[in-house]
């Protein structure tokens, strides 16, 4: 139990690094500690799935963010803080934390899942049904790809729209260098 | 600017083919172990940045082409549509698996649990070409910007 509140403190010590550093370099790579932190505590509350998806997205997004930082001159974030914008943030953080703690006292406890302790949730039918349902050894496969394939629908054509625009937003000047490499 | 030095072209070379076969196993095997169709497909698409990132983008470029990824990311978006209105068409409810209904697998085995391995294929060929398209398409952005300062 303890590994998971060592990765907590690196993860929550790695975010606000990469919030407050000064180098736009190091808060790139702050945030790729912190992707795989979180990776590493779903492997530890055996979500193998979102650990892979989690850990194979991070190192695609930190590519790029590495390839877009390295290219330009670093810029150097400076500017005193403001006392009124200090005031106003520290009393918004405040009040979540608040409405944060009322929330969380009736979360069940670290780790355990959510179905263990509400009655008639759906995931014990998912898990009790699954693979006499659809055949699928992998339950979480069965649920994203049968049970719940709307949701899959519709993150498939966020993904599609997405890079439609994307595409037409870029397309002729990637089109334009590809004709005559400098 | 062609690529990197040659120790990261010749480790680049040797590395592409595991890659990219693992992000095979990662979607054909998605509904018996871990991973499945987006994984996989992120897999696929880091492969081919690797090749962009060690071989520069003219190389990438010769092997799939602009207008050949885009198409490939469109068929993984019809081929998932099509499963979905097949389930209305022979199961009568959208996206149902009517593939298990009529002609069930053994669990376990590859060949089995109907149109889930089927779906996962298609979004494995969507995410995959479409996030190499847009990295390939921010990659150029990024230079001509650069060029302009």
Redesign the interface.
Known sequence: MSIFYILLLFMIIAAIIAVETKNLLSSVICIGALGFGASLMFLFLRA??I???QI??E??GL??LI??TI??DLTFITGDKEFFGTVVSVVIIFVIFLVGVKVFETLPDFGTAIFAETRGAASKTYISEG?A??????I???V???FR??D??GE?TV??TS?IG??VI??K???K??ED?? | MKGMTIIVKTIASWVKVLIFLFGIYIILFGHLTPGGGFAGGVILASSYVLLMLAFGREFVQKDLPLALDSKLDCLGAFMFALIAILGLVFGGIFFVNFLQKHLPGRPLDLISAGTIPLSNIAIGLKVGASLFLVIFLLSTFRRDTSANR
């Open positions: 193998p799935d650990a892979i998806t194979v997205v190192v695609l590519i790029i390839r877009a290219s330009r693979l349902e659809t055949g699928a050894a992998n979480v496969a069965s994203i790809l049968d394939a709307y899959t629908l498939a993904l599609f890079i994307a595409t870029l397309r000047k990637a089109k260098l590809l490499p400098d």
